[in-house]
């Protein structure tokens, strides 16, 4: 039989990506079926947007799918995606921190999230910028303030540029913020390992930069309506 396109264009993402490095497949506005197809191909870890989206579709697709949050998240919805999420990336916050933390809390289980870091030239993409993380880490106790929360690493995304060099730049950035993180040692344990970045049209830049965690949709899924 002949391969779909869904199968040949999952084939060269995979084949693209270093065996260290987690592929997370972006099916956000994608329907169930089309998630259920690349499952099928043995595709298990998947990344939605929008809290409802995911809330949504989770309870109609196998329940050994783990499911990454990787949108901007309100506090408002943070109910929505608690005990759906393996991992959330894009916390952005202390006050969205700080919510979290009280609902893990109440669910009387640690909750798994990634701090998003601002690393773009532009207004609209959220996160810490890196010059409040290296004050902010410096305090005595930082991370303690969140005992419900195991902050396992950093997500990024690089500025929408045809400019390679820039998102290269912008990429290196944020992995030596990483590293600077773990030598701080305010995230004791070996459990800060992870540095979400890359997508369809960078991610070879953010693998050769040191991710350990890609977010890719278009390139496996075909263009998004
Ligand atoms: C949509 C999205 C992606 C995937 O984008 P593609 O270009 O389709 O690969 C990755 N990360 C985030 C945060 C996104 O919103």
């Known amino acids: 039989m002949e391969p779909s396109a869904l199968e040949e264009r999952y084939a060269r993402v995979k084949a693209a990506i ?34 409802q989206e995911l809330k949504a579709k989770a ?11 990787i949108g901007h998240l309100q506090r408002s919805n943070v109910k929505l995606v608690l005990g759906i999420a393996h991992l959330i990336h894009g916390v952005d ?26 690393i773009a030239q532009e207004e609209t993409k959220h996160g810490f910028s890196p010059e409040e993380l290296r004050t902010r880490v410096q305090e005595p106790g930082f991370a303690e303030q969140w005992p419900g929360l195991r902050i396992h690493g950093l997500m990024g995304m690089a ?12 990429f290196a950035g944020l992995a030596r913020l990483f590293k600077e993180m773990i030598a701080s040692g305010a995230f004791p344990g070996r459990s800060f390992s992870e540095l979400s970045m890359g997508m369809t049209g960078d991610m070879d830049l953010a693998i050769a930069a040191g991710s350990t965690m890609v977010r890719v949709g278009t390139a496996i899924f075909g263009e998004r309506d």
């Not at 270093?18 to 197809?37: D, G, N, Q």
């Not at 916050?93 to 601002?118: F, I, M, Y």
């Open 93 to 118: 916050s202390e006050r969205l921190l700080d919510e979290l933390n009280k609902r893990a809390q109440t669910l009387g289980r640690p909750v798994d999230v990634l701090l998003q870091v601002h």
């Open 159 to 170: 500025t929408n540029t045809g400019d390679r060099a820039q998102i290269a730049n912008e």
């Open 18 to 51: 270093p065996a260290h490095v987690k592929l997370i497949a972006v099916s956000k506005t994608r329907t169930v079926e089309e998630i259920r197809a690349l499952y099928a191909l043995g595709q298990r870890a998947f990344g939605e947007n929008y809290p």
């Open 59 to 69: 309870p109609q697709l196998p329940s050994d799918i783990e499911w990454h949050f």
